[in-house]
């Protein structure tokens, strides 16, 4: 869930149980952005809380798609209109037909939750490109899709602080009066992440094909969407937990079994074709394969984990992703996909209870039971997990809230050896609009503990200072005292930093500067 009223962040962050360190300013390094051009929001969408948008990288194929996910339109971007910042429109639904069987048509009150259009992923194959649309109904001709949720009545229990009995968490249907914002006036919706593979010529989409179909709740809560292609072309997906606001993720992350609270690896080649290879994942909206220089990944470079068979692939490269937290830690995770590919040993990220040991994980944390439909404590703190944990795999870097720091939650990261000098990552977060970054590298086989994060402050590009970080540029397009933009980080095609506000359609170039 992507929208938390400020009130409730207030409560939140004043909460008496144990977080991340704060965060501190740093005075030696700045970043710089600079307006490159936008995208098309209509009116109604600028208002708070009323948008869904989003963008994906195709850096093989020198361009990027902007998503409008909401009202599904999609667009597309590269360097040769760079100039201009002039975007393409390539598919609108209502101009194009939704493919056949698709129900696309739903309206949904939660807006970032409407996910018509979830995702773009690049294809290895040329003049192709790969849609996630999220529809209530299957293709035409698909009997069943090629994940479910956990089985129907396998998870019963209650909501809103023992208040409500629910017959099936992920199937709960019309939210009870006592789920806190969204009670007795949402209604949940079984549905699916339909993925079809498209041709794509001259920014004209034709011949849509669906090899893969998952299941998963379209509720005010965690529906995944991150995702990374391989060298091969199979595609990381994932998946979120699949479950309303204020659990603990339950025991589906923790069975291998089960597709929610996932990372699956999907074949486009095949039809329903994907394993497992990571779990114990809440919310992760943003992944990336990062190779270092020299083409070094984790596993070749800093070792090896638990004495895991090496699988041949050290050369693929390391998948980093931000992983939305609860209410205790916002993680950004490293891994070899070396390591996530040997599924001999499924890689364990920590969310949901596992059966071995009862317990359940948020960051270097343990978390008690949360109560499912209650904001801003839920799943609370319940004590601290040794570090490094045998068998799980603790955050490159964690961060929570403090009286001053009304975080919500990770909206996305970049890494980028053109942008950025002594930084190694920034990130942002839905909510302030700040920058955030590390000096660190990913370490795995020496990890004692989360990396050190710090504020990064933010210039425009006549060197202002802008205080609020990149809440000043959705005032500065919008007016009258507008702030929250919820911002999306990602790479040019040329390797340089960007942000992408969603609020404002409007997308910018980041650069470190020296303070």
């Given at each position: 869930?992507?929208?938390?009223?400020?009130?409730?962040l207030?409560?939140?962050?004043?909460?008496?149980?144990?977080?991340?360190?704060?965060?501190?300013?740093?005075?030696?390094?700045?970043?710089?952005?600079?307006?490159?051009g936008?995208?098309?929001?209509?009116?109604?969408?600028?208002?708070?809380?009323?948008?869904?948008?989003?963008?994906a990288e195709?850096?093989?194929?020198?361009?990027?798609?902007?998503?409008?996910?909401?009202?599904?339109?999609?667009?597309?971007?590269?360097?040769?209109?760079?100039?201009?910042?002039?975007?393409?429109?390539?598919?609108?639904?209502?101009?194009?037909?939704?493919?056949?069987?698709?129900?696309l048509?739903?309206?949904?009150?939660?807006?970032?939750?409407?996910?018509?259009?979830?995702?773009?992923?690049?294809?290895?194959?040329?003049?192709?490109?790969?849609?996630?649309?999220?529809?209530?109904?299957l293709?035409?001709?698909?009997?069943k899709?090629?994940?479910?949720?956990?089985?129907?009545?396998?998870?019963?229990?209650?909501?809103s602080?023992?208040?409500?009995?629910?017959e099936?968490?992920y199937?709960i249907?019309?939210l009870?009066?006592d789920?806190?914002?969204?009670?007795?006036?949402?209604?949940?919706y079984?549905?699916?992440?339909?993925f079809?593979?498209?041709?794509l010529?001259?920014?004209?989409?034709?011949?849509?094909?669906?090899?893969?179909?998952?299941?998963?709740?379209?509720?005010?809560?965690?529906?995944g969407?991150?995702?990374a292609?391989?060298?091969?072309?199979?595609?990381?997906?994932?998946v979120?937990?699949?479950?309303?606001?204020g659990?603990?993720?339950?025991y589906?992350?923790?069975?291998?079994?089960?597709?929610?609270?996932?990372?699956?690896?999907?074949d486009?080649?095949?039809?329903?074709?994907?394993?497992?290879?990571?779990?114990?994942?809440?919310?992760?909206q943003?992944?990336?394969?990062?190779?270092?220089?020299?083409?070094?990944?984790?596993?070749?470079k800093?070792?090896?984990?638990?004495?895991k068979?090496?699988s041949?692939?050290?050369?693929?490269g390391?998948?980093?992703?931000?992983?939305?937290?609860?209410?205790?830690?916002?993680?950004?995770n490293?891994?070899?996909?070396?390591?996530?590919?040997?599924?001999?040993?499924?890689?364990?990220?920590?969310w949901?209870r596992?059966t071995?040991d009862?317990?359940?994980?948020?960051?270097?944390f343990?978390?008690?039971?949360?109560i499912?439909g209650?904001?801003?404590?839920q799943?609370?703190?319940?004590?601290?997990?040794?570090?490094?944990?045998?068998?799980?795999?603790?955050?490159?870097?964690q961060?929570?809230?403090?009286?001053n720091?009304?975080?919500?939650?990770i909206?996305?990261?970049?890494?980028?050896?053109?942008s950025?000098?002594?930084?190694?990552?920034i990130?942002?977060?839905?909510?302030?609009?700040?920058?955030?970054?590390?000096?660190?590298?990913?370490?795995?086989?020496d990890?004692?503990?989360?990396?050190?994060?710090?504020?990064?402050?933010?210039?425009d590009?006549d060197?202002?200072?802008?205080?609020?970080?990149?809440?000043?540029?959705?005032?500065?397009?919008?007016?009258g005292g507008?702030?929250r933009?919820?911002p999306?980080?990602?790479n040019y095609?040329?390797?340089?930093?960007?942000?992408?506000?969603?609020?404002?359609?409007?997308?910018?170039r980041?650069?470190?500067?020296?303070?």
């Amino acid at each position: 869930m992507k929208f938390l009223k400020v009130s409730l962040l207030l409560s939140l962050a004043r909460s008496g149980w144990a977080q991340p360190d704060p965060l501190s300013p740093i005075d030696t390094v700045g970043i710089k952005v600079t307006k490159v051009g936008s995208v098309p929001v209509k009116d109604e969408n600028a208002h708070p809380f009323s948008y869904n948008m989003n963008v994906a990288e195709d850096l093989e194929n020198n361009r990027l798609f902007f998503l409008d996910q909401k009202e599904a339109i999609i667009y597309a971007y590269s360097p040769l209109n760079a100039e201009s910042g002039n975007v393409e429109k390539i598919w609108e639904l209502g101009i194009d037909s939704a493919p056949d069987g698709l129900d696309l048509s739903y309206e949904f009150p939660f807006s970032a939750g409407t996910w018509r259009v979830h995702q773009v992923i690049p294809s290895k194959e040329k003049d192709e490109i790969i849609i996630v649309f999220g529809s209530l109904t299957l293709p035409t001709g698909w009997t069943k899709p090629s994940a479910s949720l956990p089985a129907p009545g396998a998870y019963p229990g209650y909501v809103s602080v023992g208040k409500d009995f629910v017959e099936d968490y992920y199937r709960i249907g019309n939210l009870p009066a006592d789920v806190e914002i969204y009670g007795g006036w949402v209604r949940s919706y079984s549905m699916y992440d339909v993925f079809y593979k498209f041709n794509l010529k001259n920014n004209v989409l034709s011949y849509p094909r669906p090899f893969f179909a998952l299941e998963n709740q379209m509720i005010p809560g965690h529906q995944g969407g991150g995702t990374a292609t391989l060298k091969d072309g199979t595609i990381l997906y994932s998946v979120g937990d699949c479950l309303l606001f204020g659990h603990d993720g339950l025991y589906a992350p923790q069975d291998d079994l089960e597709s929610c609270g996932k990372i699956l690896r999907i074949d486009p080649t095949e039809l329903d074709s994907y394993e497992v290879v990571a779990k114990g994942v809440r919310n992760s909206q943003h992944m990336k394969i990062h190779i270092e220089d020299g083409g070094e990944s984790l596993s070749k470079k800093k070792g090896k984990r638990g004495g895991k068979k090496k699988s041949g692939k050290a050369d693929w490269g390391n998948l980093v992703f931000a992983d939305i937290g609860g209410v205790t830690a916002e993680e950004v995770n490293a891994v070899s996909v070396a390591d996530l590919l040997d599924t001999e040993h499924i890689e364990n990220f920590g969310w949901g209870r596992n059966t071995r040991d009862g317990k359940a994980r948020e960051g270097t944390f343990y978390i008690s039971t949360g109560i499912g439909g209650k904001l801003g404590d839920q799943p609370p703190y319940q004590g601290d997990a040794p570090v490094p944990e045998p068998g799980y795999i603790q955050p490159w870097i964690q961060f929570g809230r403090s009286e001053n720091d009304f975080f919500y939650g990770i909206a996305s990261f970049c890494l980028s050896e053109t942008s950025l000098d002594e930084l190694k990552i920034i990130w942002t977060e839905f909510n302030t609009g700040l920058i955030l970054g590390s000096f660190d590298d990913y370490n795995l086989e020496d990890y004692t503990g989360p990396a050190n994060g710090y504020k990064i402050k933010l210039y425009d590009e006549d060197m202002m200072y802008l205080e609020n970080g990149l809440n000043d540029l959705v005032d500065k397009e919008l007016g009258g005292g507008a702030s929250r933009g919820d911002p999306r980080m990602f790479n040019y095609p040329d390797g340089t930093a960007g942000v992408f506000i969603e609020r404002t359609g409007v997308f910018y170039r980041l650069e470190e500067i020296s303070l």
